[in-house]
């Protein structure tokens, strides 16, 4: 079909080969690994007893990933909008087992600009003692798209979590909700980049700290462009003696954008170290100026600009 060689392009250029393509409602391919299990959602459902407990009723659509030994690549999935008005409501289930270490790209996104879809996504993502995650996810949407991802992370004593967000082309409305329960000496580093452009976006992020020695980093940059309003409510919460912080910046590129930052910062234990830090500002006219001299148009220069902001 041709969605679904759309869709494969689009992943190649920042990934493997896909594990798990689905187009639509349509899984148009599953390739399993040695040592994984890649099913729909629907099917882990009905032949796993354990993953009924994971959810209230029966996944629609999805995916479900459960890595039991030790492999070579790292995992792909592609899920992907690609007719009119479509509207996805998915179940992703991420299993890790004990002492294994794994590494997934994630890409979602619409073939093309105005068809005006629908995605939600609804996860868990759990990672075994010991074991350790780095989650690329990038989204890629059109104009008129609403994009609603609400992900759940769940870690093990010793497990490890590196979770990279970007939206590479911002949909016109993202609620973005993710939250992490860290165990005993777990550890999360959290990075999201948001690109806003005539954009509404919504970001709710948490990060508990459950068990002793857990130590969580959640890193913020966003930017605001052609009318974007942006609203990030984030927060580190020490329930045992763990370690914390939360980094937010944010960068207003025209005066009709608004970014609020709602930093939050808990401490539910005495022994508990917990610090934050955040900024809004704008672009400098000394730096524009600079390069300016050196050949760029105005908007090669904020491009630059812009582009190094969301990758310090």
Request: aromatic fraction near 8%; charge should be positive.
């Amino acid at each position: 079909m041709k969605g679904a060689k759309n869709a494969n392009r689009a992943y190649e250029k920042s990934s493997a080969p896909v594990n798990f393509l689905q187009i639509d409602h349509r899984v148009e391919n599953i390739s399993q690994p040695k040592g994984t299990i890649i099913l729909p959602s629907s099917k882990a459902w009905e032949n796993f007893p354990w993953v009924k407990s994971l959810f209230k009723i029966k996944p629609k659509e999805g995916y479900f990933i459960w890595v039991k030994e030790q492999g070579d690549m790292p995992l792909s999935t592609c899920l992907t909008i690609s007719s009119p008005k479509t509207v996805q409501n998915l179940t992703n289930i991420l299993v890790v087992e004990k002492n294994i270490k794994a590494k997934a790209n994630v890409l979602c996104n619409s073939i093309k600009n105005n068809l005006c879809g629908t995605h939600k996504a609804k996860g868990k993502l759990i990672l075994r003692e010991g074991a350790s995650l780095e989650y690329s996810h990038i989204h890629k949407w059109g104009e008129k798209d609403f994009v609603n991802p609400d992900y759940e992370f769940f870690l093990e004593k010793d497990a490890k979590l590196v979770y990279n967000y970007q939206n590479l082309l911002p949909p016109e409305k993202l609620d973005l909700i993710t939250s992490v329960h860290s165990k005993e000496n777990s550890s999360v580093q959290m990075n999201f980049v948001i690109n806003g452009v005539n954009s509404k976006i919504n970001l709710k992020e948490k990060i508990f700290l459950e068990g002793d020695n857990a130590q969580g980093i959640m890193k913020l940059r966003l930017v605001g462009k052609k009318n974007s309003q942006i609203k990030a409510e984030s927060s580190v919460v020490a329930l045992a003696a763990g370690k914390g912080h939360l980094d937010c910046q944010g960068l207003l590129v025209d005066e009709k954008s608004t970014i609020f930052l709602s930093p939050e910062i808990i401490c539910k234990n005495r022994l508990a170290q917990i610090t934050h830090e955040a900024s809004l500002g704008k672009i400098s006219e000394e730096e524009l100026n600079y390069l300016r001299m050196r050949g760029l148009k105005e908007s090669e220069a904020i491009d630059l600009i812009v582009s190094g902001f969301l990758q310090a």
